[in-house]
């Protein structure tokens, strides 16, 4: 009798133990995670998922403007060919370890489109994009390949490239008779342009208003869309156009000055973003 009382405990532990792996983690069944993530990249949830879908078929997965991320690009001219793009992120990284897995706020990878087609992810900040493309957008997707949206539109960014940069040449060798022909330095690249998309709802700006570095010479292309009707002003360039209620505009400059210029509405006095150009 006393050997039944004293083996009674042990019995119970045992069956606790096997009720607490069968529950997996935090009392529910387990999910099985890729190499490098943690439960919480396996089944956790951003966001809210949409029924809309992008060109090429992901769904729209919705974030409040203040917690959305935020992108910029900037190419730059390859010596041997096609351009060298850097990506600027806010409230965002790169988790190319957990692709494939849950869909969690502020992290993801971002797709390439060439001339409106995707053509490749990027994984990291900088990437190399071949010669002969007219326009560049960055896409932000989460792991789980949905688009990161605020108020229905997808985060991006898109880049007119104006220029197109041509492989290095090789000179021929000059004979040793005659005269030395002078040639003349080719002129440095023109900066790429770039192309800003603002939306104004009632007194929000999105994305939120910040600073925007810009190389002297750059071109941009403003794209403002208000729901209501008002003029957008890029003080120290004295460009202006008149807004629509829900219909696009398009200012283009180029920033042939340097210092600090506000972009703001007239009528609703909101400041839109600010252009450093250096």
């Known amino acids: 009798m006393r050997a039944r009382l004293r083996t009674a405990p042990f019995a119970a532990a045992a069956v606790a133990a096997a009720l607490l792996l ?8 387990t999910t099985h995670h890729k190499p490098g993530t943690g439960h919480e990249q396996a089944t956790g949830v951003g966001g ?11 769904r729209l997965r919705e974030l409040p403007a ?5 992108v910029r690009a900037e190419a730059r001219p390859d010596t041997e060919g096609g351009w060298n793009v850097h990506l600027t992120v806010e409230r965002f990284r790169f988790t190319p370890e957990s692709t494939g897995g849950a869909a969690l706020a502020g992290r993801g990878h971002a797709r390439v489109l060439v001339d409106g087609r995707e053509t490749a ?5 900088w990437f190399h994009l071949p010669p002969g493309a007219r326009t560049l957008t960055v896409r932000l997707h989460a792991d789980d390949h949905t688009v990161w949206a ?20 090789t000179l021929s060798p000059v004979p040793p008779t005659g005269p030395t022909p002078t040639r003349t330095p080719a002129p440095p690249p023109t900066p790429a342009g770039r192309t800003l998309d603002i939306r104004v709802t009632g007194s929000t700006v999105t994305p939120a208003p910040s600073r925007v570095e810009v190389r002297k010479g750059e071109r941009i292309t ?9 003029t957008v002003h890029v003080h120290g360039y004295d460009r202006e156009a008149v807004l629509a209620p829900g219909t696009p505009v398009i200012l283009d400059l180029t920033a042939d000055r340097t210092g600090l210029f506000e972009v703001e509405t007239h009528e609703s006095g909101l400041v839109l973003t600010q252009l450093v150009v250096r």
Do not use: F, K
């Open 150 to 169: 605020v108020s229905g539109r997808p985060v991006q960014t898109t880049l007119s490239l104006t220029s197109t940069p041509s492989p290095t040449s």
């Open 66 to 70: 203040a917690d959305a991320p935020s």
């Open 222 to 230: 403003l794209r403002v869309t208000s729901d209501r009707a008002d």
């Open 22 to 29: 069968a529950a997996g983690c935090g009392g529910r069944p």
């Open 121 to 125: 992810r990027a994984y990291g900040p």
């Open 48 to 58: 809210t998922l949409l029924a809309a879908r992008d060109e090429s078929g992901h």
